[in-house]
């Protein structure tokens, strides 16, 4: 790995006034065009691996998360700016075809000749809960057979993965399709994320009433054994394990302690859940969506070099104080729902600060997209700014969140300066 020597980028410009819809809409056009000439892997899907001038360094790997990621970044900018709905049908394609095995979605695939090679066939419920996600955007993009592909995912979470008892998604089955005993949170919330895309897509009752069951289950039940915040990890009976990956503080997927980037992304959908259920929104979700923005700004917050960390103990005392690019934009778009919600000019403030921080320390200004990781003092850690998983699908997604959370949809872009 080469690590950067220099700073992450010159002079920083001026900073826009992102409560503004056109320097949202800017700014996804800088990170699309990162991806837009690199991306695109004629023999199928995207590639995955990208330095930070774009740069692909791995042409073969591809991971399930990043297949599907690319299929909703593909649908922003075909909703937003009218690009070639082909390119939907083309990353959806590859999901649909290479990763598809019986019963589910291969994990890790080895894509060369076009061919694919499983390097790793276990199926996890956070992929599947993708694979919805890829299919609802594609849908609501027109792309043919991804309408049937939102309902043939759902029944495939259902009959594989659903806990009616507890409500809740297991995590894992095995390629010889063993159930394995740990449980977590992240697939659950990524599940709810994947049902209210759904919704929108299809109108279906089932889907928003699944997000609402998840949300419940999380962000209430599970919650109430964990002092009120959503802990990651869990055992087969839903008790929460407090030990698992106690270790392993840089895992991607399941890291240890309480994730500020999660806390405030659950206060987002439960938000986005709420103007979504309208008058029959139950009155829990504004005030565990404070409670949770509130309790990662506080906890979470560097007041010494900016930005949130990646993690924090049980204790309060911060476990991992590396900065994550996804954890600052999550956190931005729910600092903006929660603004719009309450009026109150705090969450404003804290908006105004997210972006500040992330447009001096993460944003590549010379390439374009966000950087993945620094350091506690807000120094390179890699060159990598793309590897399998980012793609920049959290920061494209908060800024259209914001522009949801303002009301700006597509179809007033005519209306929006330039």
Known sequence: MTIRTTEPHGMTPLLPNFREPQA??????????????????????????????????????????????????????????????????????????????????????????RRAEVLDGTHHCYGL??????????????????????????????????????????????????????????????????????????????????????????????????????????????????????????NIFRPWGYQTGHLTEWAKLLLQLERRLGEAAPDWLLASARHLFDTAMQRGWDAEHGGLVYGFAPDGTVCDGDKYFWVQAESLAAAAWLAVRTGEETYWQHYDRLWAYAWEHFVDHRYGAWYRILSPINAPLSDEKSPAGKTDYHTLGACQDVLTALGVTPAMLSQVPA
């Open 24 to 113: 949202l809409l800017a700014h996804m056009r800088s990170i699309l065009a990162f991806y837009e000439p690199h991306a695109i892997d004629p023999t199928g899907g995207c590639y995955h691996f990208f330095k930070d001038d774009g740069t692909v360094y791995d042409r073969h790997t591809r991971h399930l998360v990043s297949s599907t990621r690319f299929v909703f970044n593909a649908a922003v900018s075909h909703r937003w700016f009218g690009t070639d709905v082909d390119d939907v049908a083309h990353a959806l394609a590859f999901v649909r075809g290479a990763h598809a095995r019986p019963n589910g979605y291969a994990w890790l695939i080895d894509w060369r000749d």
């Open 129 to 250: 809960a993708f694979v919805l996600l890829a299919q609802a955007h594609a849908a609501d993009a027109g792309v043919p057979g991804a309408l049937e592909g939102v309902d043939e995912t759902f029944e495939l979470m259902e009959r594989r993965f659903w806990e009616p008892a507890q409500g809740l998604y297991a995590d894992e089955i095995s390629s010889e399709g063993v159930l394995s005993n740990y449980r977590g949170q992240n697939a659950n919330m990524h599940a709810c994320e994947a049902m209210l895309a759904a919704y929108a897509a299809t109108g279906e009752s089932r889907y928003i009433a699944r997000a609402l069951a998840l949300a419940e289950g999380i962000v209430r039940r599970q919650a109430s054994l964990a002092a009120g915040l959503v802990w990651e990890h869990y055992h087969a009976d839903w008790t929460p394990d407090w030990d698992y990956n106690r270790h392993d503080r840089t």
